[in-house]
C-alpha cells in the first residue's frame, strides 16, 4: 500500500481468468500510472503482468471464467498493485528458483517479480488471496 501521505489515485479492474484480459490489464496500469516516470510504470507493468498470468495459470489452472480484481494505487512516494483471486493459495517460499542454463522454458515469473519490484506480498486468506506489489518512485 502508498506509504505515508494520501493515496493520489486509486482506481480498481475487474478482470476474469483467461490470458487474454493481460493486454487489458497492462493498459489499465498505463492509464492508473500516466504521468509517472517510465522506469517504474515499466517495472511495474512487467511484475504485474507475471502476477496476472501465474494467477490465471496457476491459482485458477487455467480454467476460464473466475474473478481476478487489480487495484492500482498512487501515492506520494509509490506506486502499487494489489490482485485479489480465490484460486488455489501457494507458499512463494516453496517455488524454486528458477535454472539459467535453458533447461527450462517457464518458472521465471516469480524471479522477475522480485528482481524489479521494491515489495512483494502475499497473503492467503479463507477470504481470497492477495498479491502486493510496490515500487518506490524517484
Do not use: W
Amino acid at each position: 500500500m502508498p506509504g505515508p501521505g494520501p493515496i493520489i489515485n486509486e482506481q480498481c479492474l475487474d478482470v476474469t481468468s483467461d490470458l487474454n484480459v493481460l493486454s487489458d490489464v497492462r493498459r489499465f496500469l498505463r492509464d492508473v500510472f500516466a504521468g509517472i516516470a517510465d522506469d517504474p510504470v515499466n517495472r511495474m507493468e512487467l511484475a504485474a503482468n507475471e502476477v496476472a498470468a501465474n494467477i490465471i495459470r496457476h491459482a485458477y489452472k487455467g480454467a476460464p471464467g473466475h474473478a481476478i480484481v487489480i487495484r492500482a494505487q498512487v501515492g506520494p512516494d509509490r506506486i502499487c498493485v494489489s490482485f485479489f483471486d480465490h484460486g488455489a493459495p501457494f507458499d512463494p517460499e516453496q517455488v524454486p528458483a528458477p535454472l539459467f542454463d535453458g533447461s527450462q522454458e517457464g518458472g521465471f515469473g516469480l524471479f522477475i517479480v522480485s528482481e524489479v519490484v521494491d515489495e512483494f506480498r502475499y497473503l492467503p486468506s479463507a477470504e481470497g488471496n492477495r498479491t502486493t506489489l510496490c515500487i518506490f518512485l524517484p
